[in-house]
């Protein structure tokens, strides 16, 4: 059998591999902001904010080659549905980059040593670990075409926004301090952005079921309390 | 084609089953265009369905037992590699494949209820109820546009105003009339290509068939001649029933309802355009369609 139509199919896995490059800019900016948060690092959320026009570049490269790969090579069938696929993901990862700045632009409104609660804190970095995770999941289940592996990003991000309503009851209960409120108040926000990661993840694997199956189904209602 | 013209009597497929058990021997089918012509929209294509098709060049089948239906008024797309029996099974829809020396059709083909290759059937009646298009357009060359299209309708007998009536909305069906009505009397040959292409298509439409088979009708045609055929195409499934065979899997996408998808002689897949090209259900499919393979 002869591939007949080698050069795009080596354009379309380009660009493939560029947009999942894309997730490990995420995962790379998700640890920098949470490492910023961990130590009040103003320096490093500003890097994380600056740098997010490196992803916002990798969004505007992808996108032009997709426009260019349906002007030029009109994809069909696996091929059509990666494509499609593809500009749904590169948004995607375009706003993970986005909500690491909200994170990063709260560090210096918290101030320098705000005054922090423990178990608050570790909930923060489990969730952090979580959506990390995710992430790298949904890059892995999209490369191998493992529909299974997207689906069980579900099972991640049901952990992830039990900790975000657990974030949220903590930081309603944490005292009549006005630092401590402030603070609480933020990191709610944090959490929301975090759990706003884990669900650009998880519609990352409903495009990977879309490309294995040729069917588009959510994975989970999101009118459901979940 | 008059219902009364006994050249017709076995082709002009009987709407009513009854009539084609032959209770009267006469069609009761109205013809498309006898009311105002092939340029309106009140006749409707006919069914074409072939079961278990098979047609030989000699000892060698060019096309293994195809069942595939063709709906009235749907545009349904054959692709597949050179040599995967696409052209041959078309042509066997309007008996022009026995027409090749040592080649022959096994099973049915249907025209509604009548099996084209029934004993007496009319060979020349299938043929002008199933007009067929070529891939190079080839205008009868000694003619002017005017001659083009009369050539038929004259051989039915019209004659005079009638006939010119008849080239006139033929010519506006293939959406020529505008570009040709003040050179009608000028060979046919001086067209452009597209041109020519619509002009064949006109020469089919006026004698009124049923069914229009395109054999790959836009591959010698430049894209804007090949929009406007594909223009034709949709404008003209209101009125018959279409088979398009191309390589141009684009094309297939643009006009067509429904594609199949032949190899080896064999169909290997026959649905929704849309689906063909975007979720194919048999890897061969898949492969081709997306050039792994061709």
Redesign the interface.
Known sequence: MTETRARFHEALRGLEDQALGGLDLVVATIDRTLEALKHQDVELASMVIADDDRIDGRYLEVHQGILSLLATEAPVATDLRVVAALLHVIGHIERMGDQCVNIAKLIPLSGHEPPTDEQLIERIERMGACVRSEVGQAKQAFALRDAGLAQDLVRQDAEINALNREIFAMALEIGDDADRREWAAYMMLVARALERIGDNAVDIGEQTAFVVTGLFREFSDASRVG | MSPHDPETQMTDPPTDPATAAGETGQSTAQPPGRDGAATTAAATGRRITLDSLSAFYGDSAAVRAVSLEFPPNEVTAIIGPSGCGKSTMVRCINRMHEEIPRARAEGKVLLDDLDVYEDGVDVVAVRRAVGMVFQKPNPFPTMSIFDNVASGPRLSGARGGDLRDRVERTLRGAGLWEEVKDRMDQPGLGLSGGQQQRLCIARTLAVEPKVILMDEPCSALDPVATLKIEELIAELKQRYTIVVVTHN??QA?RVADTTAFMLDGELVEHGATDRI????GDSR???Y??????
């Open positions: 899997m684009q996408g090209f975007t979720n194919p499919t898949e492969d369609v997306s050039g792994k393979f061709g």
